[in-house]
Every structure is written in structure tokens, then in C-alpha cells.
């Protein structure tokens, strides 16, 4: 059984940096290794959205609005993703949730292609 294990989140001030954490417990090499990893975030009110994924190759692909702020890796050897989140702006703050999938390699996953996500972990940026 596979579970998705996010890390990290909390309270940081405007301008600040958090880096958050997701594992995928359970899930094997050969199945995490080559496939694609995404964190998304929704806010109070708001649909869930992607801020950015990385591919097997370590192809990344990132919303505009974190675009030069956020960068997304993975150690496929601790099959864990990373999300390093500087610059921090309020309109950031939200429930960010990790995913991964076993089925696809692509940058262009839908939020329906992945078939495990982890709990949610907060992230609150104050002004």
C-alpha cells in the first residue's frame, strides 16, 4: 500500500522561505524512479491547482505565479520530491498536497492522473 507523506508546511512571515517534504512510503523504486511527482495547493474558496511538477528526467514544470520563487526536485534514491518555496507571498498560503502517479512520465499529468496524494500540509504566509 502506498502513502504519500508531506512535511514542512507552517507560518512564515512575507519574503520568507519554506521547504516542504513529500515521501512515498510503500511505493518501489522502479515504480517511483520514472514517474512524474507534483505538488498542488488549494486555498479557502478556491479550486486545487498545480504549482509544479517534475518528470523522471527531472523535466519541471511550474505556474506562472511561482515561476523564479518555487523549485520542485526529487531524490529517487529516498523516493521523496522536494518543493523549496522562497520569496513567500500571502496570496501563497493554502493546503499544498503531494502527488505522484505509476502511469505517466509527462510534465502535463491531469489532476486526475494521479492516483496517490498525501494529507495536506498548511502553509500560511502573513503581510
Known amino acids: 500500500q502506498v502513502q504519500v507523506v508531506e512535511s514542512g508546511g507552517g507560518l512564515v512571515q512575507a519574503g520568507g522561505s519554506l521547504r516542504l517534504s513529500c515521501k512515498a512510503v510503500g511505493m518501489i523504486t522502479s515504480v517511483f524512479n520514472p514517474n512524474t511527482v507534483a505538488w498542488y495547493r488549494q486555498a479557502p474558496g478556491k479550486e486545487r491547482e498545480l504549482v509544479a511538477s517534475v518528470t523522471g528526467r527531472t523535466t519541471t514544470n511550474y505556474a506562472d505565479s511561482v515561476k523564479g520563487r518555487f523549485t520542485i526536485s526529487r531524490d529517487n534514491a529516498k523516493k521523496t520530491a522536494y518543493l523549496q518555496m522562497n520569496s513567500l507571498k500571502p496570496e501563497d498560503t493554502a493546503v499544498y498536497y503531494c502527488?505522484?502517479?505509476?502511469?505517466?512520465?509527462?510534465?502535463?499529468?491531469?489532476?486526475?492522473?494521479?492516483?496517490?496524494w498525501g494529507q495536506g500540509t498548511q502553509v500560511t504566509v502573513s503581510s
Open positions: 502527488a505522484t502517479t505509476r502511469t505517466s512520465y509527462s510534465t502535463q499529468v491531469p489532476l486526475n492522473g494521479y492516483e496517490y
